[in-house]
């Protein structure tokens, strides 16, 4: 497949396929996706006010964080994605099923994993996540409504597929990190190495990084050097795109500009 065949429009996105390509079980990727996450949320203080940014049509990252906070947003640049994310909020037909991920998610917790645990779980889930907003981070106010700045945000594979270059990743960071408070916490995934990911036999841009992009963008935005936490995980799959997953948490100390 050559470059010619890389693509940004995302009219050719298909959320039910997506989650089919990444979520549809769960393998040492998201096992180490899962175990990231609940490593990040089980020390934040139970009120925290929670943002998943880009958070596409996966609801992994909410059903790990409903666990700890008390209430999450949910953002999206498609609305396609959010309505793939009502559905299964409404408990409606034709939903993915996510239960396999509540049951892991729980397992990690040290939690019950019988059916009524994974039903209370996904009750709180629904309970948690109070709102359905769109965003772009493009925007230097990336959220289309303005609120309180967040105490923990978190964006999983998601700024390296919206920017088409490193000099817009940095400005997207910057948007993106604008929404969190100072002493707020940053939980966010990337995918490493990468030039393209792949859904089905169609493939969308990403931007390459690797570690040291991270590390150096959020110490110019105003995160603690000493709170930055970067661990890498490689693709457990031979025909993924990129070389790994890289989970980064921080600590953010001081707004910029």
């Not at 916490?185 to 493939?203: H, M, N």
Request: hydrophobic letters at 45%; glycine letters at 8%; a negative charge.
């Amino acid at each position: 497949m050559s470059s010619d065949d890389v693509t940004q429009d995302y009219a050719a996105f298909d959320p039910h396929a997506y989650l089919l390509e990444y979520y549809a079980d769960i393998g040492p990727e998201n096992q180490a996706l899962l175990r990231f996450l609940v490593r990040a949320f089980r020390d934040l203080p139970a009120e925290s006010l929670t943002l998943d940014f880009g958070g596409g049509p996966a609801l992994y990252a909410s059903i790990v964080a409903s666990g700890w906070v008390r209430e999450i947003h949910f953002a999206d640049y498609f609305e396609t994605n959010l309505r793939e994310v009502a559905r299964w909020l409404d408990g409606g037909a034709g939903a993915f099923d996510w239960s396999d991920f509540v049951r892991a998610t729980l397992e990690l917790e040290g939690r019950d994993t019988s059916p009524h645990g994974i039903a209370a779980r996904q009750a709180q889930v629904r309970a948690r996540v109070t709102k359905l907003v769109h965003c772009d981070a493009k925007q230097a106010c990336p959220l289309d409504e303005k609120g309180p700045l967040y105490d923990v945000l978190m964006s999983n594979f998601c700024v390296e597929a919206a920017a088409s270059s490193l000099a817009e990743w940095w400005d997207c960071m910057a948007n993106l990190t604008s929404l969190l408070k100072p002493g707020g916490r940053l939980v966010l995934s990337a995918i490493k190495g990468a030039e393209s990911y792949g859904i089905g036999d169609r493939r969308f841009l990403a931007v390459r990084l690797e570690e040291a992009d991270l590390t150096t963008a959020l110490m110019g935005l105003g995160f603690d050097p000493d709170t930055i936490a970067i661990e890498t995980v490689p693709a457990d799959r031979p025909d993924r795109q990129y070389e790994a997953l890289m989970f980064v948490t921080a600590t953010k100390l001081r707004e910029i500009g």
